[in-house]
């Protein structure tokens, strides 16, 4: 059973920055495709950004391409997303998932994804 353990989440002031962590027991290397989602209450949940290991690419909403970077540390089994220039908008409870693969232009589909983690709060104030 895999496991994702997502950590990180604060509240901050607009401006600010945050970093987010995922932990994903096993070996990282299975999983073609890692990637960040978050879902704001009364809104459906958003792809944010993905890291596909195969290609080796990366690619982000446009929401938050220019502010945010995700990278990966495979040595630590752990995902990160670097939030830069945090905007009220922001606001979400942010997650990771797993899959074995995913498309430039279909990343964000959460059918990509097996597993997920619970989830970490990130709260923007103004």
């Known amino acids: 059973q895999v496991q994702l353990v997502e950590s990180g989440g604060d509240s901050v002031q607009a401006g600010g920055s945050l970093r987010l962590s995922c932990s994903v027991s096993?070996?990282?290397?299975?999983?073609?495709?890692l990637g960040w989602f978050r879902q704001a209450p009364g809104k459906e949940r958003e792809g944010v950004a993905v890291f596909n290991r195969a290609g080796g690419w990366t690619a982000y909403a446009g929401s938050v391409k220019g502010r945010f970077t995700i990278s990966e540390d495979n040595a630590k089994s752990t995902l990160y997303l670097q939030m830069n220039s945090l905007k009220p908008e922001d606001t979400a409870k942010y997650f990771c998932?797993?899959?074995?693969?995913?498309?430039?232009?279909?990343?964000?589909?959460?059918?990509?994804?097996?597993?997920w983690g619970q989830g970490t709060q990130v709260t923007v104030s103004s």
């Open positions: 998932a797993a899959g074995r693969s995913c498309y430039p232009n279909s990343w964000s589909s959460q059918n990509n994804y097996n597993y």
């Open positions: 096993g070996d990282m290397s299975r999983w073609g495709c």
